[in-house]
């Protein structure tokens, strides 16, 4: 099991914003780094490090962390947003990297 | 950029070896800027991280798999590989190979590239 939770699913209307978190007391100590998955296809890389994003990630994609929580925040959310997402960090003994549970995100 | 692409049996017999190989293209296995690793992923168990690799052939396993698996790299033909041994239906999942950046290796696992995966079904 996981020891990165997730909400399991979000919804947010066309242009608004919506924040998906990721819960875990390994968050206290370590950076998480977000991963975005459409159906079929592979996960990609959105946010990583210190709200860092790869070339090509868009910057309404952000993140942040307060306490054993992090925070992906999509601000003005696309169509394209539409997909599952998944937070990455060490798992509690640090000892290995663990994902989250994965959100579905919608976008009505 | 990188590009990564898995290959190998798409059905393995239980109690047998899985065994993939991940090519690398438009880079090198033996860069120092990168891990190497291996990732799966069920419905029932979501993204599971397997292990990974240091161009010098340091690895580290996830401890719930570490008895049976054996990743290897081989930078002369800029591929790195996954061994797991005595599978079992529990490993039937889609396989991802992924570049790991290893400047942030000591917090998250950063896959900056992926392969498509690759689905391997344990069945007899």
């Known amino acids: 099991s996981s020891e990165l939770t997730q909400d399991p699913a979000a919804s947010v209307a066309l242009g608004q914003t919506v924040r998906i978190t990721c819960q875990g007391d390994s968050l206290r100590s370590y950076y998480a780094s977000w991963y975005q998955q459409k159906p079929g296809q592979a996960p990609v890389l959105v946010i990583y490090g210190y709200n860092k994003r790869p070339s090509g990630i868009p910057d309404r994609f952000s993140g942040s962390t307060s306490g054993d929580t992090a925070s992906l925040t999509i601000t003005g959310a696309q169509a394209e947003d539409e997909a599952d997402y998944y937070c990455n960090s060490r798992d509690s003994s640090g000892k290995l990297y663990v994902f989250g549970t994965g959100t579905k995100v919608t976008v009505l | 950029q990188l590009q990564l692409q898995e290959s190998g049996p798409g059905l393995v017999k239980p109690s047998e070896t899985l065994s993939l190989n991940c090519s690398v293209s438009g880079g090198s296995s033996s860069s120092s800027r990168y891990y190497w690793g291996w990732i799966r992923q069920t419905p029932g168990r979501g993204l599971e991280w397997i292990g990974s690799?240091?161009?010098?052939?340091?690895?580290y396993y996830n401890p719930s798999l570490r008895s049976r698996v054996t990743i290897s790299v081989d930078t002369s033909k800029n591929h790195f590989s996954l061994k797991l041994s005595s599978v079992t239906a529990a490993d039937t999942a889609v396989y991802y190979c992924a570049s790991q950046l290893k400047e942030y290796s000591e917090s998250a696992a950063v896959f900056d590239y992926w392969g498509q995966g690759t689905l391997v079904t344990v069945s007899s």
């Open positions: 690799i240091y161009y010098t052939g340091f690895t």
